[in-house]
Every structure is written in structure tokens, then in C-alpha cells.
């Protein structure tokens, strides 16, 4: 990954944390890795644990951000959820699984999208 995207996606995740948090979420993890992979941010809105996607494009040529999450990404975010649970002890009587988009735009702020239970 160039520095350039790498640049993209942190601006993107720092967004959407400060958004969420915004809302009431607690960050409990920012890019929690092991080695199966890497949670952009974990949180907990009341007695929910969230696993959040962040997803960051320029443009949106190839559609909204969200739509480059497939079944396998979404398979892998399943399994380091249960990997974190697992690993933290953390109990939770709900998760949820969203997704954020970070578009910046040519003029004034970027426009973030929460998508709550987004899978």
C-alpha cells in the first residue's frame, strides 16, 4: 500500500472515530490486530460491542465506499470479532457489525456516513 492511501485511511479512520464518538460511542480498540487481521475500530454503544469497518475513497467513481466490502471481508471481521471477544474476555449481550464512509469532498468537510448493522 502506497503512502498516499495509507494517508487516505488514517484521515479516514480518525473521522470516523471522532463521528462516532460524537454519537455517544465508546473506542474501546483503534486497529486492533492479531494475526488473522486488523478491526479499524471496536466501541460500545450501551450494551452493544460494535465492530466498525472504516472505508475511505477520493471519489466515488466506483461506487460508495461500503461497496468494496464482499463476503470474505465480511467473513474475516466475523472471525476477529470472536478472536477479540476471545482474547479481551469482553462480554457483551449484543454485537453489531457497521461500516463508516469517509468521503472527503473537493470543498468543505468530508462527508461521513454511519451505516448501523450494516451486515
Request: charged share 30%.
Amino acid at each position: 500500500m502506497t503512502t498516499q492511501r495509507q494517508a487516505i485511511g488514517a484521515y479516514g479512520e480518525r473521522l470516523a472515530a471522532r463521528h462516532l464518538e460524537e454519537r455517544g460511542l465508546e473506542i474501546l480498540a483503534r486497529n486492533w490486530r492479531c494475526s488473522d487481521g486488523e478491526v479499524d475500530l471496536i466501541l460500545r454503544d450501551g450494551d452493544c460491542v460494535v465492530f466498525c469497518e472504516v472505508k475511505t475513497r477520493r471519489t466515488a467513481t466506483y461506487g460508495p465506499p461500503a461497496a468494496s466490502i464482499d463476503r470474505r471481508k465480511v467473513q474475516k471481521l466475523r472471525q476477529l470479532a470472536i478472536r477479540w471477544l476471545a482474547e479481551t474476555g469482553t462480554r457483551a449481550p449484543q454485537l453489531r457489525f457497521d461500516v463508516v464512509e469517509v468521503l472527503p469532498q473537493p470543498r468543505g468537510a468530508s462527508r461521513v456516513v454511519h451505516i448501523r448493522a450494516a451486515f
